[in-house]
C-alpha cells in the first residue's frame, strides 16, 4: 500500500520537508517523543556541497507525493524508537540513510 506524505502528522511531514531540502547533509539535535519528531527548535542542519562539480539541487517539498522505501523505513523505526534523542540523521538524495540516537533501549532497534 502507498502511503501518501499527506496522510502523515504534521511534525512526520516537516520531517520531510526538512530533509528534501537538506538534500545532502546531517539533521541534529532533535528528539523523538511517542515516536513523533520533536522539531522545536529546529533542529540544527549541516549541508554538504560540492567545489567545483555540479551545483546542489535543492528539492522543493511538495505535499501530495508517495514515500519512498527508505523515509517509510525511518518512520517505521522513529515508531519503534518511541522515545529517544537524535545525534544527527543523514540525509543523501533528500532520503535518510543513517541515524545516530541516544537514550533508546536496545531491544527496539534491530541494528540493520
Excluded: C, Y
Excluded at 520531517?15 to 545532502?24: C, E, H, T
Excluded at 518512520?75 to 541515524?99: F, I, K, N, S
Aim: charged share 25%; net charge positive; hydrophobic share 45%.
Amino acid at each position: 500500500m502507498e502511503i501518501q506524505a499527506s496522510h502523515l502528522s504534521q511534525s512526520k511531514r516537516q520531517l520531510l520537508q526538512l530533509m528534501r531540502r537538506v538534500g545532502d547533509g546531517r539533521l541534529e539535535a532533535f528528539s523523538i517523543a511517542g515516536g513523533e519528531p520533536q522539531l522545536d527548535p529546529v533542529p540544527a542542519v549541516v549541508f554538504e556541497l560540492r567545489i567545483g562539480g555540479p551545483p546542489a539541487k535543492f528539492m522543493q517539498p511538495q505535499s501530495g507525493f508517495a514515500l519512498k522505501a527508505p523515509v517509510n523505513d525511518l518512520l517505521d523505526l522513529l515508531t519503534r524508537l518511541g522515545t529517544a534523542r537524535v545525534e544527527w540523521l543523514e540525509v543523501r538524495g533528500g532520503l535518510p540513510v543513517r541515524l545516530r540516537v541516544t537514550g533508546v533501549a536496545l531491544d527496539a532497534t534491530d541494528r540493520r
